[in-house]
């Protein structure tokens, strides 16, 4: 059985970090990419970061250079830094994967993803 599970949300003042993570079982995690996406009640989920087994980064540009995320494969575990927080960055943060055959060449959308976790909140006060 395919899980995500999701870890390290909670309530951070603006400006704080927090780090996610993200437990993967039930697939090859060498075939697959995960990602991070977020999602506020009443809007659509966005592409927040994803990584492919090889390494390969992206990021959606409104948390360049404020959040980096980071995999182990021997543990397959997938994490998310998030620094500088802003209050807009308060959503349901949701761990994905997709099946790659070679390596992620852009942030995927929701929509390609095969796989969710259940979901974290991050909450950001001002």
């Known amino acids: 059985e395919v899980q995500l599970v999701e870890s390290g949300g909670g309530l951070v003042q603006a400006g704080g970090s927090l780090r996610l993570s993200c437990a993967a079982s039930g697939f090859s995690f060498d075939d697959y990419a995960i990602g991070w996406y977020r999602q506020v009640p009443g809007k659509e989920r966005e592409g927040v970061s994803a990584i492919s087994s090889d390494g390969s980064a992206y990021y959606a540009d409104s948390v360049k250079d404020r959040f980096t995320i980071s995999s182990d494969n021997a543990k397959r575990a997938v994490y998310l830094e998030m620094s500088s927080l802003q209050p807009e960055d308060t959503a349901i943060y949701y761990c994905a994967a997709v099946s790659v055959l070679t390596r992620l060449w852009m942030l995927p959308s929701p929509d390609a993803m095969d796989y ?7 909450t950001v006060s001002s």
Not at 116 to 122: D, E, N, S
């Open 116 to 122: 969710w976790g259940k979901g974290t909140l991050v």
